[in-house]
Nanobody, 127 residues
Framework: QVQLVESGGGLVQPGGSLRLSCAAS????????IGWFRQAPGKEREGIGC????????YYSDSVKGQFTISRDNAKNTVYLQMNSLKPEDTAVYYC????????????????????WGQGTQVTVSS
């Protein structure tokens, strides 16, 4: 019933920008807290940011703070991840995840905090 689809990944040069989308279907996104994660080959999944369902509070990991921005468009049932100043170490498969828990003034960036996951989209930063 719940479906999340990431899109917008691809090949980008160092210093470039990319916007990823997480589109929801068969459920209303504004009732869900959304997290963004990434996983590079041979490395563990890393939580990079989240946006709460109640107040739209955003939180970012230290590794991407000031570089990435999360926003949501409830009319389109979509959450966005704006990625700027991309570096080769940002290369990974990026996932969005959702939980029906109604976080307000904070949100989790750990994987066990989420119930539903998208398939991921590949981001490659290389010249």
């Amino acid at each position: 019933q719940v479906q999340l689809v990431e899109s917008g990944g691809g090949l980008v040069q160092p210093g470039g920008s990319l916007r990823l989308s997480c589109a929801a279907s068969r459920f209303t996104l504004d009732y869900y807290t959304i997290g963004w994660f990434r996983q590079a080959p041979g490395k563990e999944r890393e939580g990079i940011g989240c946006i709460s369902s109640s107040l739209g509070y955003t939180y970012y990991s230290d590794s991407v703070k000031g570089q990435f921005t999360i926003s949501r468009d409830n009319a389109k049932n979509t959450v966005y991840l704006q990625m700027n100043s991309l570096k080769p170490e940002d290369t990974a498969v990026y996932y969005c995840a959702a939980t029906r828990s109604r976080w307000s003034i904070n949100c989790p960036i750990y994987a066990t905090g989420y119930d539903y996951w998208g398939q991921g989209t590949q981001v490659t930063v290389s010249s």
